[in-house]
């Protein structure tokens, strides 16, 4: 058993909005790897980056991935730093990875630079989101299968240029 698709990519790319809409018209249930973590300890991200910091929460991110990609056979949403793991990177293999790339100016837009998203609390979100960017696009392309660019295009559409880069 293996994920249909695994979406991958950085905070606003639409993963988990795309990741549903895809699961959806492929027929096949969908799983988000932050959902698991939250479920597995007990609270939200935020909370662990927080209290234990980022190495305790890559640890249990690295753990639901590889536990998401032995039982999970429809759509798979990763988190966007779950790719900087080498284990999970090679796990992601012997899937089809589906990448989703967004710009430095609708990313930004898109997540608002939030507090909710610990890695970009601070003093510049801005800056952060940019070098965030530009440490993982190698990363993101280096596992990708299919790479969708989704700056211009609505939830819907980047499902159709899914489901058509997957059929290709």
């Known amino acids: 058993m293996a994920p249909r698709a695994v979406v991958v990519g ?9 990741g549903r809409l895809l699961a959806e018209r492929l027929g096949v249930t969908f799983r988000d790897t932050d959902d698991d973590v939250v479920r597995s300890a007990g609270r939200p991200i935020a909370d662990i980056f927080a209290n234990d910091g980022e190495p305790a929460f890559r640890a249990l991110e690295e753990e639901a991935v590889a536990a998401a990609l032995a039982e999970h056979d429809g759509v798979l949403a990763l988190g966007g730093g779950s790719v900087l793991s080498e284990r999970t990177r090679k796990l992601l293999a012997e899937h089809r990875v589906v990448f989703l790339s967004v710009g430095l100016a609708e990313g930004a837009r898109r997540v608002g630079l939030s507090t909710a998203r610990p890695l970009l609390a601070g003093v510049n979100p801005r ?20 790479e969708i660019d989704t700056d211009d295009a609505g939830p819907d559409e980047v499902v159709e240029r899914v489901v058509a880069a997957l059929d290709a």
């Open 10 to 18: 950085p905070p606003g790319a639409g993963k988990s909005t795309v």
């Open 127 to 146: 800056a952060t989101f940019r070098a965030l960017l530009a440490e993982r696009l190698p990363v993101y392309r280096e596992v990708a299968t299919v």
